[in-house]
């Protein structure tokens, strides 16, 4: 009756301060947007606002609360995607979501009742509208007595590779504002491929493990509706890890693969230590039974050569990854590697941005699936997530250019789904 449910979020209410729990139980509870389509057609801009959904059998059933919804729309047409985090130095929940160019943070003591606390956003970052599925917590930094607060934000156009991304943001929340560590203008993108959109982190992950860990929509607005694909359309990310560094006084976050996919791989080979100057096909010497690959590469730091690792299949498609040291940037390029026509704005060069540290190694850890290439580089420091819809298997690993191949391990993975499954 209020609408099409959208994106949100859930909690465990552990002390019961909403009164939802029963029996002793603490309720889950979820937040979400309700979308009223025939007040958009009509005209009025509150179609949508903010309401909650508890569950007493751990998620198995739901039940929509009666006095929804609990945040009602101020006249905003982009009013989305609440995302509830519990601050522990404020000991009290906050709510982020979206208003079209901004995000705005709410305060409650039972996670019923809800107080407007600040807006952010407005000269900061990317503004490419709309912004969307806000997140909002806090991270130690590597190596230091010290922590953050990080907000991640989702914008709709104006990535770096065009279309949608998602950039993050560094600083202090004291309750009841976000400040901004860093200069409004410069812009931090978690991802710089074209396929990692609206990713959220989890909530509650036991305090022993202590990770923060990320998900992300492996797709593109640009493109999303009309790739070429039957029976699915679009898949997530790899589960990442966050951590946070700092670099001078800037800080940085990192995105590596949780180390539960190594409990896919099947099969592993060792390279061999190899100085190149011509095409090299990492996988001739090698009998794979999987196209599922998880590839770690170490590699000397080229000084003019391009690094490039393509993809390839027989009638010469492919897709490739690599490093531009003139640049200083890593790249997907997927100009040449997939099913052409559905949108001018699939194929192409895409490229990080320029690096803000220097090593004497590039270290590529790669995970290459029917549809989709995870680039993790130098610890996760750069990442690229695209998809690509080839025409036919690509069963070759070309290495081109000149230079040193260090250590090198290539992965033969299982279908995750196979192991849900089992």
């Not at 029963?22 to 606002?49: C, V, W």
């Not at 490039?308 to 027989?314: A, L, W």
Request: charged residues 25%.
């Amino acid at each position: 009756s209020l609408g099409y449910i959208f994106s949100g979020s859930a909690v465990m209410d552990w002390t019961n301060v909403s009164g939802l729990g029963k029996d002793g139980e603490p309720p889950m509870i979820a937040f979400f947007t309700h979308h009223n389509e025939e007040l958009r057609r009509s005209g009025n801009n509150r179609f949508q606002y903010q309401s909650i959904a508890y569950s007493n059998d751990r998620g198995r059933t739901w039940t929509k609360y009666a006095d929804n919804p609990v945040i009602s729309n101020p006249g905003i047409q982009d009013f989305r995607d609440p995302k509830v985090v519990w601050s522990e130095p404020h000991q009290k929940w906050v709510m982020v979501f979206a208003a079209d160019d901004h995000i705005k943070f709410y305060g409650s003591e039972n996670l019923l009742e809800w107080t407007h606390l600040s807006d952010f956003g407005l000269g900061h970052g990317a503004q490419g509208r709309p912004w969307e599925c806000p997140d909002l917590f806090l991270l130690k930094v590597d190596g230091l007595k010290e922590e953050k607060w990080v907000m991640i934000v989702s914008i709709g156009s104006g990535g770096l590779n065009g279309g949608s991304a998602t950039q993050y943001f560094v600083g202090e929340f004291d309750g009841t504002t976000f400040t901004n560590h860093h200069d409004p203008a410069s812009i931090l993108w978690i991802d710089y491929g074209k396929d990692n959109y609206a990713g959220v982190t989890w909530s509650d992950i036991p305090q022993e493990d202590g990770r923060r860990i990320f998900l992300g929509w492996m797709s593109n607005w640009q493109y999303a509706q009309n790739v070429p694909t039957v029976v699915w359309r679009s898949a997530m990310t790899l589960p990442r890890v966050l951590n946070l560094e700092k670099r001078g006084e800037e800080y940085r976050l990192l995105s590596l693969p949780i180390k539960e996919t190594e409990a896919l791989r099947t099969k592993s080979h060792h390279l061999t230590i190899s100085n190149f100057d011509t095409s090299w096909n990492l996988l001739e010497d090698l009998s794979l039974k999987s196209a599922l690959l998880e590839i770690e590469l170490v590699f000397e730091r080229p000084i003019s050569e391009i690094l490039d690792i393509s993809f390839r299949g027989q009638s010469g498609q492919f897709i490739a990854v690599g490093f531009d040291p003139v640049q200083n940037k890593y790249y997907v390029d997927r100009t040449f590697g997939n099913v052409g026509g559905f949108s001018e704005h699939f194929a192409g060069l895409h490229m990080s941005d320029l690096l803000d540290y220097t090593d004497d190694e590039i270290r590529l850890h790669i995970f290459f699936d029917h549809s989709s290439l995870e680039l993790f580089a130098d610890g996760g420091r750069t990442v690229l997530t695209e998809v690509h819809f080839s025409k036919e298997p690509l069963e070759s690993i070309i290495v081109g250019g000149r230079g040193k191949l260090k250590t090198g391990r290539i992965h033969e993975l299982k279908s995750v789904w196979a192991s849900v499954i089992q």
